[in-house]
C-alpha cells in the first residue's frame, strides 16, 4: 500500500468499525477499495453530524459533490478521493452512488429529523447505507445483477437496527428516525424525540420497526444464495453481526432505552468465523 492508503486503512481500523474484520479478508485491492469507500462515508457522515450551521455543512457536502465529479474526470484532489480512482475505474463504481450518499447526508444536515414517515425513512435508508451497499458489492466482486438486491436489503436492515439501537442517543441530538405511520398506529401523537422517549407505547413501535429490519435481512440472505459464495463473505459477516444484534435488541424488549445493547466481541469473532471462512 501507499502511504496515503496506509494512512486511510489505520482510520478505518482506529474508528471501531465493526465491518473491519470482514474488509480485512478482501484481498488487497478488494480490501483498500472498501476502506477508501468507508472513508468517504466516514468523512460525509461527519459533516452531517457536527456541530456546525447547517449553511456551513451544506457547503462542504457541495464541495464533496464537485469532488466526485472531479473523481469521474480523473483528476480528484482530495486523498480520499485520490485513493478511490483506482477503485472507481477497476471496480465500476457508480457515481450516482456516491451522490445518493452525500444525499442522505444532506438530510441530516438540512433539518433535524424528526419521525419521518415510512417512505421517508425507506429512502433516507437506501441513501445512507443500500448506496454504499450498491458501492461495496462492487468492491466485493460480486458481478450478479441480484447483488444490487443484496444491498438494497441489507443496507436498510443495517441501517433499521442502528436506528433501534440509538433511540436515545439520536433523541439527545434531538433526532427521531422512527416513522411517524408507526407512532400513530400505537397511540404516539408526538414527534418531539424526548417526548417520545418517555411514552409507555414506545416498545411497541420497535416491535414493529423490528420486524420490518427481519424481513430485510431475510430477503438480503435469500438473495445471497443466488450470488457467488466469495464475493459475499463480508456482507455475510456484516448481516450475522447485526443481525445477532437485532436479536438481542429484540430479547431485551427495550425495557429501557439507556442501557447499551451489544454484540459480544467473542460472538463477532465466532461469526466472523462461521461466515467468512466455513
Not at 11 to 19: I, L, M, P
Not at 101 to 106: L, N, P, R
Not at 196 to 225: E, I, T, W, Y
Request: aromatic share 8%; hydrophobic share 45%; with cysteine.
Amino acid at each position: 500500500m501507499t502511504g496515503a492508503t496506509d494512512a486511510i486503512a489505520e482510520k478505518v481500523r482506529a474508528s471501531g468499525t465493526s465491518f473491519y474484520s470482514a474488509m480485512r479478508l478482501l484481498p488487497p485491492a478488494r480490501r483498500d477499495a472498501m476502506f477508501a469507500i468507508y472513508a468517504f462515508c466516514r468523512e460525509v457522515d461527519d459533516i452531517a453530524d457536527e456541530e456546525a450551521p447547517q449553511a456551513d455543512k451544506q457547503r462542504r457536502l457541495a464541495v464533496w459533490r464537485d469532488e466526485i465529479d472531479r473523481l469521474y474526470a480523473g483528476s480528484p484532489s482530495q486523498p480520499i478521493a485520490l485513493a478511490l480512482l483506482g477503485p472507481m475505474r477497476d471496480f465500476k463504481l457508480r457515481r450516482e452512488d456516491f451522490f445518493a450518499v452525500i444525499d442522505g447526508m444532506e438530510m441530516d444536515a438540512t433539518a433535524e429529523i424528526q419521525a419521518p414517515d415510512m417512505a421517508t425513512l425507506d429512502l433516507y435508508c437506501d441513501r445512507v447505507a443500500s448506496a454504499v451497499g450498491r458501492l461495496s458489492v462492487r468492491a466485493f466482486g460480486a458481478t450478479e445483477a441480484i447483488a444490487d438486491d443484496v444491498a438494497y436489503h441489507l443496507g436498510r436492515a443495517l441501517q433499521l437496527t442502528n436506528i433501534l439501537r440509538d433511540v436515545a442517543e439520536d433523541a439527545s441530538r434531538n433526532r427521531l428516525y422512527l416513522p411517524r405511520d408507526l407512532l400513530t398506529r400505537h397511540g404516539i401523537d408526538v414527534v418531539d424525540p424526548a417526548a417520545v422517549l418517555r411514552h409507555p407505547n414506545l416498545r411497541d413501535v420497535c416491535r414493529d420497526l423490528a420486524k420490518v429490519a427481519q424481513g430485510h435481512f431475510a430477503a438480503a440472505d435469500a438473495a445471497m444464495r443466488q450470488c457467488a459464495k466469495g464475493p459475499m463473505r463480508p456482507a455475510r459477516i456484516m448481516g450475522a453481526v447485526y443481525g445477532a444484534l437485532l436479536e438481542r435488541l429484540i430479547a431485551w424488549d427495550w425495557r429501557d432505552f439507556t442501557t447499551p445493547v451489544k454484540v459480544p466481541k467473542w460472538c463477532k469473532v465466532w461469526l466472523a468465523i462461521r461466515h467468512g471462512f466455513l
